[in-house]
Each structure stands twice: as structure tokens, then as C-alpha cells.
């Protein structure tokens, strides 16, 4: 079992960034393939970001490619989402989610999942 509690959401201008984090519970967090993922009102949820258990590898949906970065840090049992030069269209909800097996861009296939942080870029 692992529970995941986001944070860093908040209020920025177009341009600006946020670091949201991520904090897992459970000795086995190392073990788990992590994501992010995030759903704007009225829309479906969307893959963001996913990492591999070590860290070594990650992936990125072509939208955030170049402006937001992924990593962990398997000591604090943390994973970070850094989002730089950020747009209006980046407004939505960000969720963390755990997968015991490979990252996968598929959301059906996360075994657990945050509550949630909000995001919000104006123009």
C-alpha cells in the first residue's frame, strides 16, 4: 500500500514556475514507477510525466517536453514535477500516481494516486 500526498500548487502568472512534490508513504516507494498526470475542468485526465523506479528513465507528453521535469529522490521517498515557463493550458489539477511495474503514459494503469493539487496559470 502506498499513500501519495501532493503539494506546490498555487497561483502563477504566464511564464512563471512551480515545483510541485510529491511525498509517498511505505518502504517500498523505490520500487514503484511514478507519474504525473492532470485534469483542467471539463476534460479527461492527461499523462504529464512518468519516471522509472531508479530515476534513469523518463517520459514526457509532447506538450510539456522541453518546460517540465521529473525526478525523485528515492531517499525521501519524494518525486518532483519542476514546471518552467508555464502557459495558461498547463491550469488544471495534478495528480501523483504509483505504478508497481513500468511507467506506463496509460492512467488506467496506476495503482495509486494522490488528491490532488491545483494549478492555475494566468495570462
Known amino acids: 500500500q502506498v499513500q501519495l500526498v501532493e503539494s506546490g500548487g498555487g497561483l502563477v502568472q504566464a511564464g512563471g514556475s512551480l515545483r510541485l512534490s510529491c511525498a509517498a508513504s511505505?518502504?517500498?516507494?523505490?520500487?514503484?514507477?511514478m507519474a504525473w498526470l492532470r485534469q483542467a475542468p471539463g476534460k479527461e485526465r492527461e499523462f504529464v510525466a512518468a519516471?522509472?523506479?531508479?530515476?534513469?528513465?523518463?517520459y514526457y507528453t509532447d506538450s510539456v517536453k522541453g518546460r517540465f521535469t521529473i525526478s525523485r529522490d528515492n531517499a525521501k521517498n519524494t518525486v518532483y514535477l519542476q514546471m518552467n515557463s508555464l502557459k495558461p493550458e498547463d491550469t488544471a489539477v495534478y495528480y501523483c500516481?504509483?505504478?508497481?511495474?513500468?511507467?506506463?503514459?496509460?492512467?488506467?494503469?496506476?495503482?495509486?494516486w494522490g488528491q490532488g493539487t491545483q494549478v492555475t496559470v494566468s495570462s
Open positions: 511505505g518502504r517500498t516507494f523505490s520500487s514503484y514507477a
Open positions: 519516471i522509472s523506479w531508479s530515476g534513469g528513465s523518463t
Open positions: 500516481a504509483a505504478r508497481s511495474s513500468f511507467y506506463s503514459s496509460d492512467s488506467a494503469k496506476y495503482d495509486y
